[in-house]
């Protein structure tokens, strides 16, 4: 019995590592330092982003919160995401994404997920623009991506914007090719109905 002790011991040290790593995902993805509170509706999550503070400017990601293991990237953006981020009907496509990968060139926090997320989600609001009759709220939350938080004061915020003020006006086929092209430059196409 006493040969058996040691696996015992070596199972539940894997076991509690496991289960710390899961304790910690949850706690990184309802960190109150950055995160909006939580919300369900698409319009009200994009209300809560736009009422959010920005992200610190020019501050390296380590100094913006403790990193998250690869491992548990995926399962932290996900409990941000479903927690945060409005989405367009039938699209996701950070749901997508390798999250493994996205922390292969050096250690991510949960603020540098939120500004993927968010990123991705405007991109998925441009392509959903240009493809289906909008509701007055989902124009509301189109007209508010420039100011969502990864977005706010920044190139990437201004490119949405005219482009955004573009797709509202009409012309639904500069909307297309703009989004064709975001896909285009950030590898893949809209993910369709996919879930985390």
């Known amino acids: 019995m006493a040969a058996f002790r040691p696996r015992l011991t070596l199972r539940w040290a894997r076991l509690l590592a496991v289960v710390a790593i899961s304790v910690l995902g949850l706690i990184f993805s309802i960190d109150a330092r950055s995160e909006p509170s939580a919300v ?44 945060e981020v409005p989405l367009p009907p039938g699209l996701n496509t950070a749901a997508a994404l390798d ?7 050096g250690p991510i926090t949960a603020g540098d997920v939120r500004s993927l997320l968010q990123a991705n989600a405007a991109r998925d609001w441009v392509w959903y623009a240009t493809h289906a009759t909008l509701t007055p709220q989902e124009t509301t939350i189109l007209e508010q991506i420039p100011e969502w938080p990864a977005l706010r004061g920044n190139a990437l915020g201004e490119i949405y914007q005219g482009a955004i003020a ?31």
């Open 166 to 196: 573009r797709i509202l006006a009409g012309d639904r086929e500069y909307g297309q090719a703009f989004a064709a092209r975001q896909f285009r430059e950030r590898g893949g196409e809209p993910a369709r109905d996919v879930s985390w």
């Open 40 to 83: 369900s509706s698409p319009l009200d999550k994009s209300q809560a982003l736009v009422e959010s503070p920005s992200p610190a400017v020019g501050v390296p990601s380590a100094d913006v919160g403790p990193a998250i293991e690869p491992a548990a990237a995926r399962d932290v953006a996900r409990g941000i995401s479903e927690a």
């Open 99 to 105: 999250w493994q990968r996205q922390s292969d060139t």
